[in-house]
C-alpha cells in the first residue's frame, strides 16, 4: 500500500522559511517523479514543483522558482520541498504526489497515481 506522508508545515510570518517533507512508502521511489502542489482556500489545486525520479530534472511554477527549491533523497525515499522568503499568498495546504514515470511528464493533477493528505502552511503578515 503506498502511503505519502508530508511533514514539516505551520505558521510562519511573512519573510521566513519553512522545509516540507514527504515521506513515501510501500513504492519503489525512485521510478516516480514527484511533486508538491498546494490549494489555497478558494482556489484550484496547483502545482508548485517536481523533480524526475533521479533528481536530475524539476519544474517549477515560474513566479516559485526564485524563492522554493525542490529535492529528494532516494536513499531514505524522501522528498523536500525548501521555501523562502514566504509570502501571505503562499498560504495553502500543501500535497506531496507521485507519478509512475522517471521523468517528469506530468504537471497537472490528473497525471499524478498517489497523494499524500496535506499539511498545511499558514503565512502571517
Known amino acids: 500500500q503506498v502511503q505519502l506522508v508530508e511533514s514539516g508545515g505551520g505558521l510562519v510570518q511573512a519573510g521566513g522559511s519553512l522545509r516540507l517533507a514527504c515521506a513515501a512508502t510501500?513504492?519503489?521511489?525512485?521510478?516516480?517523479?514527484m511533486a508538491w502542489f498546494r490549494q489555497a482556500p478558494g482556489k484550484y489545486r496547483e502545482i508548485v514543483a517536481a523533480?524526475?525520479?533521479?533528481?536530475?530534472?524539476?519544474y517549477y511554477t515560474f513566479p516559485l522558482k526564485r524563492r522554493f527549491t525542490i529535492s529528494r533523497d532516494n536513499a531514505k525515499n524522501a522528498m523536500y520541498l525548501q521555501m523562502n522568503s514566504l509570502a501571505p499568498e503562499d498560504t495553502a495546504v500543501y500535497y506531496c504526489?507521485?507519478?509512475?514515470?522517471?521523468?517528469?511528464?506530468?504537471?497537472?493533477?490528473?497525471?499524478?497515481?498517489?497523494w499524500g493528505k496535506g499539511i498545511q502552511v499558514t503565512v502571517s503578515s
Open positions: 504526489a507521485a507519478d509512475l514515470a522517471n521523468a517528469i511528464v506530468a504537471i497537472q493533477e490528473p497525471g499524478y497515481d498517489y
Open positions: 510501500g513504492l519503489t521511489f525512485r521510478d516516480y517523479t
Open positions: 523533480i524526475s525520479g533521479n533528481g536530475g530534472d524539476t
